[in-house]
């Protein structure tokens, strides 16, 4: 067991929620809109970045909150330590600024990431293969963090740098040369740490995806495409030397912001994008699968799957739930229904959802 106690207040529909007696499966039940991907979306602020829906906190607010809303929960480590305490949320007198607490005392949202390492799966994911090479930069970075926490900060810095760097070469005037070198520099710095960082993490994904069979859930084949050189001394020399062509389009043209994933269908070689639908959800459970088996070699694991169970046929259902209790990582799942979880019923630990309200059955 990864997190208990969870509350929630003003959160979306959920006005006063707490949830207790948490398992290392867990199931939400209740009608569409109950609010059971609220409290996964709660979860997923436990981790750095924008949660499971990248939302404003704006929208997070419940109506009555007046702008604000806090989640918490009790994250016992495994240790035999006492649990620590995990809470973030807003409160009216900031608006628009996100508040992380571990035992009470304040932190970065970054800093979440040493402590839980966080995954999730939801309907939304779906078009990942057939959307933007951004989207599949963010889905590979948020994986890489749930490995190597410090993966967020280099992200963060990097594009920091880049807007500075992009910024420069649209002003009107050459920028000051001395001025490029120093921002050239940082960039290279975290640039090169955090295309390495996804390197590493495909490479791990592929090496234990290549471990399983190919049925029942379609197996993926993973590259990391990078948009440059990885070395830092390789990316300064190539946008030193790049400088006047960047200038005209005015922004950077290379580097680790134009990375891509590829993803091929084993067996039929047949890129992700050009598979079904069924094909492409079977490849995302078995990519979200194995980097749960990664993440919960480190630090405790939380794995969040909204809606998962219903969009699979009985023999994959039985697979996935095989799967996830060999993981060592917490499983909190969705649905609208118990019946597609009869299979693991005795073991979890169920609530039903009505109304943003949670009552445990």
Known sequence: MAL????????RNHADTR????RAINLLVGENGAGKTNVLEALSLFAPGRGMRRAALSEIAGKAADNGFAASALLHTGDGGEPVKLGTGMVPQRPGRRIVQVNGADASAISLGEWLAMGWLTPSMDRLFADTATARRRYVDRLTVAIEPSHARNASRYEAALRERNRLLSDEAFPDPAWLDSIETQMAKVGSALAQGR?????????????????????????????????????IDRWREGRQR?????????????????????????????????????????????????????????????EVAAHLDPVRREALFARLRDSGTQVWLTGTETAPFEAILQEAAVWKVSGGDVAKL
Do not use: N, W
């Open 246 to 306: 960047d200038r005209m389009a005015q922004r950077t043209l290379t580097g680790p912001h134009r990375d891509e994933l590829s993803v091929v269908m084993a067996g039929k070689d047949m890129h992700a994008a050009d598979c079904s639908t069924g094909e492409q959800k079977a490849m995302l459970v078995a990519i979200t699968l194995a980097h749960a088996e990664l993440a919960a070699r480190g630090r405790p694991g939380v794995l969040l799957l909204d």
């Open 19 to 22: 949830l207790d007696g948490a």
């Open 199 to 235: 390197a590493r993490l495909v490479g791990a994904l592929s090496a234990r995806l290549a471990e399983l069979p190919d049925t029942p859930f379609a197996r993926p084949v993973l590259s990391y495409v990078p948009g440059g050189p990885l070395e830092e001394s390789a990316l």
């Open 4 to 11: 208990d106690r969870i509350t929630l207040t003003t959160f």
